[in-house]
C-alpha cells in the first residue's frame, strides 16, 4: 500500500484494512468503508464545477460516501453527493457525479460516464465507456454493453421550456443492452427486454421483447431460458 501525495480533507473518515494508492485526493467529509482500494490517482469527494447554464441542481452537497468492500481504480474521479453501496467497482478512468445512487455489486467499467442524478441498482454492470446521462434510472441486474449512449434533452438546449421535460432512460430490471445502441430521452425499457446491438431505441420496449434496427422495433420475444427467473 502507498499513500505517497495523498490529500486528505477535513473530516474523512476511513474504515478499516482501507488500500490507498498514489496521488490520491479525498475531500471533506467523505466517508470511506471498510476494506476500501483508492488506487493511483483518483479524486474522491469533488465539488461540481457547473456551467452557467446547467441544468444540475445546485444545492449543498452531502460527502460522497464508498461502501465496504468497493473500490474506485486509477484516475477516477467520484463527486460529493455520491453513495457507493458494497462491492462496487469503479474502473479506471471513469466518472460518477454529483447525487448518483449506485447499489451494491454494481460495476461500471473503464471510461464509462455517470452523469448527476443517476440510480443505478443492485448488480448491474456498465461496460468500458458507456454515458449514462443525468436523471437516468437503471434497476437491478441490468447489462449495458460497451459505448452504449442514454440521452435527456430533446431540444439540446434551444430552448428554455425543456427544462422541465428533461429525462433520462428507465431502464428496468434485468434488461440487456447491446453495444453501441443509443436511447432518446424518457424511454423506458421494459423488464428482461433485450436492445440489440447497435439499436436507435426512439420508444419504449416492452417487457421480455428484443429490439434491434434504426428505428428499433420488436422482432421477437426474449427466450424463457435467457430469463432471470425461467418459467
Not at 104 to 118: A, K, P, T
Not at 190 to 204: N, P, Q
Request: charge should be negative; aromatic fraction near 4%.
Amino acid at each position: 500500500m502507498s499513500r505517497e501525495n495523498l490529500v486528505l480533507g477535513e473530516g474523512v473518515q476511513i474504515g478499516a484494512d482501507v488500500e490507498i494508492g498514489a496521488n490520491v485526493v479525498i475531500h471533506d467529509g467523505t466517508v470511506i468503508g471498510d476494506g476500501v482500494v483508492l488506487q493511483d490517482n483518483v479524486v474522491i469527494g469533488k465539488q461540481p464545477r457547473l456551467g452557467k447554464r446547467s441544468t444540475s441542481k445546485r444545492a449543498p452537497l452531502p460527502p460522497a460516501v464508498l461502501g465496504p468492500g468497493s473500490a474506485v481504480c486509477s484516475g477516477s474521479i467520484v463527486f460529493a453527493g455520491a453513495t457507493l453501496g458494497a462491492g462496487v467497482v469503479i474502473g479506471d478512468q471513469a466518472s460518477v457525479r454529483e447525487r448518483c445512487d449506485i447499489g451494491d455489486g454494481v460495476v461500471v467499467g473503464r471510461g464509462v460516464c455517470v452523469e448527476n442524478d443517476v440510480r443505478i441498482g443492485a448488480r448491474t454492470k456498465i461496460q468500458s465507456n458507456s454515458y449514462i446521462t443525468a436523471y437516468s434510472e437503471l434497476e437491478e441486474d441490468v447489462f449495458i454493453a460497451p459505448c452504449v449512449t442514454t440521452t435527456n434533452d430533446n431540444f439540446m438546449g434551444r430552448t428554455e421550456a425543456r427544462h422541465s421535460l428533461i429525462k433520462g432512460a428507465i431502464i428496468r430490471r434485468g434488461a440487456r443492452v447491446g453495444g453501441g445502441a443509443v436511447i432518446l430521452p424518457g424511454v423506458e425499457i421494459g423488464e428482461e427486454a433485450f436492445i440489440a446491438a447497435g439499436a436507435l431505441v426512439t420508444r419504449d420496449v416492452p417487457a421480455g421483447k428484443l429490439v434491434a434496427g434504426l428505428p428499433a422495433r420488436v422482432w421477437r420475444d426474449v427466450p424463457p431460458e435467457e430469463l432471470l427467473d425461467p418459467q
